[in-house]
């Protein structure tokens, strides 16, 4: 049998042994009286995979187990609209991290407004208001490299922070 050699930069997709099982429930409301609209949402996810050389089972990484959100719109044709908007993560499991085992829960709130200027329509997007971010808790960048060669943590929370963009759009032809 030929030995087989694999150049330490180079990357392989291994299925893992064993079964991944994910059960769940997933809830949406939404209510709707003009002009506003509110949808709310709910997720509970209980994931589990073989421990990976151990006897057991472990919870899947980096899937929160509680999650939710609400987003809340005020519109009117001729006029713009006010959106508001808030995202519940749980907490996480977390594979190969030596900072933690588990993520901190996080909430992420967005606002947007748009208003109408004859064919002009000015906007502003404003995300994570309140500017979570995983490296507040913790570093990316590993002590050391991790034996499968990464140099950083997986992402479990926003990494950019707080985000603000703004614009116009022009309607060009009949309404």
Do not use: K
């Not at 392989?12 to 939404?30: K, S």
């Not at 949402?41 to 995979?49: H, Q, V």
């Amino acid at each position: 049998m030929q030995s087989q050699t694999v150049a330490a930069d180079s990357v392989r997709l291994v299925n893992q042994d064993g079964v991944t099982r994910t059960r769940g429930i997933e809830a949406l409301l939404r209510w709707r009286r003009a002009p506003y609209v509110v949808t709310a949402s709910y997720l509970y996810l209980d994931t589990s995979e073989p421990a990976g050389g151990v006897p057991g089972r472990r919870a899947v990484p980096l899937t929160p187990r509680h999650s939710a959100g609400i987003v809340a719109m005020w519109e009117q044709h001729d006029r713009g609209r006010i959106g508001l908007e808030l995202y519940y993560t749980g907490t996480q499991p977390l594979a190969d991290n030596p900072y933690r085992n588990e993520s901190e829960p996080y909430l992420h709130i967005g606002l947007l407004g748009e208003v109408v200027l004859g064919r002009f329509r000015l906007f502003l997007n404003l995300e994570n208001l309140l500017d979570v971010r995983q490296t507040r808790d913790d570093p990316l960048v590993l002590p050391s490299r991790s034996p499968v060669g990464l140099w950083t943590v997986d992402a479990w929370a926003p990494l950019e922070g707080f985000i603000a963009n703004a614009g116009f759009r022009v309607s060009l032809g009949e309404d």
